[in-house]
């Protein structure tokens, strides 16, 4: 492939990462507004004005409408996640950004595996450790989080190259957010749908754990955003004297920037 049609071919996909991020994270905050609007407003419902109407919004607790009349806001996450690793194999995978080649401590296929491993064993522990009991303080959750990034950051430096841990480490926070929305809201959302439809009582711990799924999305949105644009400025991240420090940094910033706009 010539370097001109390379080029193209890592903006068409950069293109449609963006976009189709923009689209998710406006949704899941969007949502996220919505439902604290709701919570606070006396009548139980939120009127809005945008481009020249009116609109207003009531939660409904029970099934109004046939299933199939339901709409599901879903697709932007696996766009973002298939543009995102089709992006991660077009510059680092086969990009040449994965080891030192001065001093390659592994092979490429290594780094490559060592570096997708990481993702799918990254969204299994995290998946793990939502089913423990931590989960229920979320100083506790944070903290035990932060703690495995820093030692998943530390173990990764040591076979792929500082830029590489950086985006890996954003990558795996928007592999479990893409996970969360595919395998933990939308499933538990389906039942509870095909529940009501049936004329059934709706399990509410269903509900309740689709919705603490999309409460950590929000949470990691923004350090994966942080990381991935912070990428580009070797001198004060990946490059920097201390650089899991400073990821670590990114993190937890970026937790209290989403704590912050989620209460906006």
Do not use: C
Request: overall charge positive; proline content about 4%.
């Amino acid at each position: 492939m010539s370097y001109s049609m390379s080029a193209w071919l890592n903006l068409l996909v950069r293109w449609a990462h963006v976009f189709a991020a923009i689209l998710w994270v406006g949704s899941t905050y969007y949502f996220t507004w919505l439902d604290g609007q709701i919570r606070r407003a006396q009548g139980g419902d939120v009127w809005m004005v945008h481009s020249g109407g009116f609109y207003t919004v009531v939660k409904q607790k029970t099934l109004g409408v046939p299933p199939e009349q339901i709409h599901w806001f879903r697709w932007e996450a696996l766009a973002t996640w298939v543009s995102g690793f089709l992006l991660l194999g077009l510059v680092y995978y086969s990009g040449g950004l994965m080891v030192d080649l001065s001093d390659p401590r592994v092979g490429l296929p290594t780094a490559v595996i060592a570096g997708v491993a990481f993702l799918v064993v990254g969204w299994v522990v995290y998946d793990l450790l939502v089913r423990t009991s931590l989960v229920r303080n979320d100083l506790a959750f944070g903290a035990v989080s932060l703690i495995l990034i820093v030692v998943a950051s530390a173990a990764l430096s040591r076979i792929l190259t500082l830029r590489a841990t950086y985006i890996h480490i954003g990558a795996l926070f928007g592999t479990i957010m893409a996970a969360n929305v595919w395998m933990r809201i939308l499933p538990p959302q389906r039942r509870m749908i095909a529940a009501m439809a049936r004329g059934e009582a709706m399990d509410p711990t269903l509900g309740a754990g689709a919705k603490q799924r999309s409460r950590h999305n929000t949470f990691m949105v923004v350090p994966t955003v942080a990381i991935m644009i912070s990428n580009h400025f070797p001198t004060a991240t990946y490059g920097s004297r201390y650089p899991v420090a400073t990821l670590a940094g990114l993190v937890v910033t970026g937790w209290i920037a989403a704590a912050v706009i989620r209460r906006a």
